[in-house]
């Protein structure tokens, strides 16, 4: 675990991890479902969760995206700890006023790192990954509260992507067999 709170991953567990069957962005069926929401919208964990993620945020970084929806509230929490430029990333650009993809400061030719809630298949990173490549931003690093991808792969190695998680699955699993223990 990349967190120096031991008790996060149990906090985010028993707050998110809900039961049932759900179908994911990714069009997989699960029947668990990690409501990120319900962290993000605690300002107390969710600035935990924040205060970890600013460990893993490379240094170089010169701007943090946050992606639609999810990332924003967790890109602004840490923007506001590192003083870090903050950009929230549109799942497309609009398509009416200034037509952005990223609302706030020119991105062009900035190391931007990008933030999301959690990673499964890594589509929308993927896809803002590209899209603020092709506008002239240096994407190398995603940041995430939760990992949930396959232990040991990275779904975003086709487009050169690290990522960098505070929590993964196999931690969130734990903590919960801890809890029922």
Excluded: H, W
């Excluded at 300002?43 to 893993?56: C, G, K, S, Y």
């Excluded at 929490?77 to 003083?83: D, E, L, P």
């Amino acid at each position: 675990m990349t967190t120096t709170d031991d008790s996060l991953a149990a906090d985010i567990d028993a707050c998110c991890r809900l039961q049932g069957e759900f179908t994911l962005r990714s069009g997989q069926v699960s029947t668990e479902y990690f409501d990120k929401y319900l962290f993000e919208a605690d300002p107390l964990l969710l600035a935990r969760v924040a205060r970890e993620m600013v460990q893993i945020v490379p240094q170089d970084t010169e701007m943090l995206g946050g992606l639609e929806m999810g990332g924003i509230p967790i890109v602004t929490a840490i923007s506001q700890i590192t003083g870090t430029p903050a950009l929230f990333v549109r799942k497309k650009a609009k398509e009416y006023g200034t037509a952005k993809l990223a609302e706030g400061p020119d991105f062009t030719g900035k190391r931007v790192t990008l933030i999301e809630d959690v990673i499964t298949t890594g589509g929308a990173v993927r896809d803002a990954t590209v899209a603020l490549r092709e506008r002239g931003a240096t994407v190398e690093v995603v940041c995430c509260a939760i990992d949930r991808s396959p232990a040991g792969e990275n779904p975003l190695a086709d487009v050169g992507l690290e990522i960098r998680s505070v929590l993964t699955k196999a931690e969130l699993d734990a903590a919960r067999s801890v809890r029922r223990g």
